[in-house]
């Protein structure tokens, strides 16, 4: 190892904040900076963010990092993940959106969904691209912003205009507009991407009629993809590394193996299995999904790796609408004192599908609901029962991918921000019924793409020296009966059947 490769830079950037982090050779977090940004909410089912807001957290971030750093020029590298399925369109003179991001949460786009599965579409996006015809995905968001902004259609098919998810939003402003590109596993949240190609899929662009002159260029998640502009970070740097961050913090978790399931709690909650080099089609409505590629020693070419995944739309931000919405806390950290201040639910269920239900329902005109109550319940049931929606939400899937891989997952390696919840994670290992494993490292988003850079300069050799950094922080392990577990998701259930379809005329 050279002596001045001792840093990777990740860029992380989410939903609600970005940040930046810097590492060390041993996968320790050295220094980081985070900011928030605001969402905004101009009809009900969208979600919006000012995409300069984005770019703009993150340079700030990304500059304190650096200007806190004795030795800059020891980073060897960057690396970016960010929330997929956003989707950004800009001016490629100016740099500058021509509309607002249209957010993965947004649900605009459902009924153009339901207007194609009603032409029969279903099984031929499926097949192409893994995933299932819903408004969560990029595709429909892009050609939404295309019918309605004045013009851009006709300058996209002429070139005037980029299409990107956030990676290729930063990776745009870190170049200064020199590389339009987006990774793999970004591309293939798009709706647009052809898995078994693993290209822009020519018969999707016509159906959703996206010009191809809009799209980026699709490169690995770990190389030589590109470096940042001097002027705008003050050093040149590397970019090695561009992942979506459940496919990163799936790496980050050490799931290299087939057979290998992590679960992370942000905004959402994101349940990936590693099913190999060969993309495996669900029959329990997950999504099939490139985990990541790259070049694998000793060959030199590019190997892929695919996941199942399960993807619930509210996890964390249940607990930000307890916060913001409700006020009923001030600090998501005051959540876990709230729900143990009650033994139980008192019979509340709470169905956060605030923005329709994700795996395994795939229901966009479900809506939020809190049944249950009676004269009794106080604010900590519903602080409780907001926790046990999320570890319940995770069930539903944990189900479900297990059906799907045909085996029997012994644990699940978690991680995010809310996984520093140990009320949440005991209650996730009751429904679940196995242990569940935190690491010490519990930003593993940031890690699995410093790892992916990292790999990319050399500063470490294999995966097998990765996995020898992953350690433990603590262990939950199941304290319910099956009789116990299969009542509270029978009860579950009804109150889910009662949040479907409520937003349909």
């Excluded at 590109?181 to 078994?196: E, G, K, P, Q, Y």
């Amino acid at each position: 190892m050279k002596a001045s490769v001792k840093y990777i830079l990740a860029l992380d950037q989410g939903t609600t904040s970005s940040r930046a982090i810097l590492f060390d050779e041993r996968g320790v977090i050295v220094d980081s900076a985070q900011k928030e940004y605001a969402q905004h909410f101009p009809q009900p089912g969208w979600v919006e963010h000012d995409a300069r807001d984005i770019w703009a957290t993150q340079y700030e971030v990304t500059q304190t990092l650096l200007k806190r750093c004795s030795s800059p020029e020891n980073i060897a590298a960057l690396a970016i993940t960010n929330q997929r399925e956003t989707t950004v369109l800009w001016d490629r003179k100016t740099g500058q959106p021509v509309g607002p991001a249209i957010v993965w949460q947004d649900r605009r786009t459902a009924d153009q969904c339901a207007a194609m599965r009603q032409q029969g579409l279903t099984d031929l996006i499926q097949t192409k691209t893994g995933l299932v015809l819903d408004a969560y995905f990029s595709g429909t968001k892009l050609a939404w912003l295309l019918d309605n902004i004045d013009g851009a259609r006709a300058r996209a098919q002429r070139g005037e205009l980029a299409f990107g998810t956030v990676d290729s939003w930063l990776a745009w402003n870190l170049t200064a507009g020199r590389s339009h590109i987006t990774d793999v596993s970004n591309a293939s949240r798009t709706l647009l991407f052809n898995l078994h190609t693993l290209d822009w899929d020519d018969e999707l662009l016509t159906l959703l009629n996206i010009p191809r002159a809009v799209l980026p260029k699709v490169v690995p998640s770990s190389g030589a993809l590109a470096h940042t502009e001097a002027s705008v970070l003050g050093h040149a740097i590397p970019i090695a590394a561009m992942v979506g961050d459940q496919q990163a913090a799936t790496f980050g978790q050490g799931c290299f193996e087939s057979g290998m399931a992590k679960n992370t709690y942000g905004t959402g909650c994101f349940m990936l299995l590693n099913t190999g080099t060969q993309p495996v089609t669900s029959r329990n409505h997950l999504l099939t999904t490139v985990g990541w590629q790259r070049a694998v020693p000793p060959a030199t070419s590019m190997q892929t790796t695919y996941c199942l995944e399960a993807s619930v739309f509210m996890g964390g931000a249940t607990i930000q609408w307890l916060r913001d919405g409700l006020n009923i806390i001030q600090t998501a950290g005051e959540v876990e004192a709230l729900a143990q201040s009650v033994a139980d639910v008192g019979d509340t269920y709470l169905v956060p599908a605030f923005t329709g239900l994700g795996a395994p329902y795939w229901d966009g005109h479900a809506r939020g609901t809190l049944i249950g109550m009676t004269r009794g319940t106080t604010k900590a049931h519903i602080a409780r029962a907001s926790l046990e929606a999320i570890a319940l939400q995770v069930a539903d899937v944990f189900e479900a991918m297990e059906k799907d891989a045909s085996l029997t997952l012994t644990e699940l390696r978690v991680d995010g921000g809310a996984s520093k919840n140990n009320l949440l994670l005991q209650m996730q290992a009751n429904i679940l019924g196995v242990p569940v494993v935190r690491p010490k490292i519990v930003e593993t988003t940031a890690l699995g793409a410093a790892y992916l850079a990292g790999l990319a300069v050399g500063l470490w050799s294999d995966t097998q020296v990765i996995s020898e950094l992953w350690q433990e922080d603590r262990r939950f392990e199941p304290q319910w009966s099956d009789s116990q577990r299969n009542a509270k998701r029978t009860r579950w259930h009804q109150a889910v059947e009662r949040a479907k379809s409520w937003s349909e005329d």
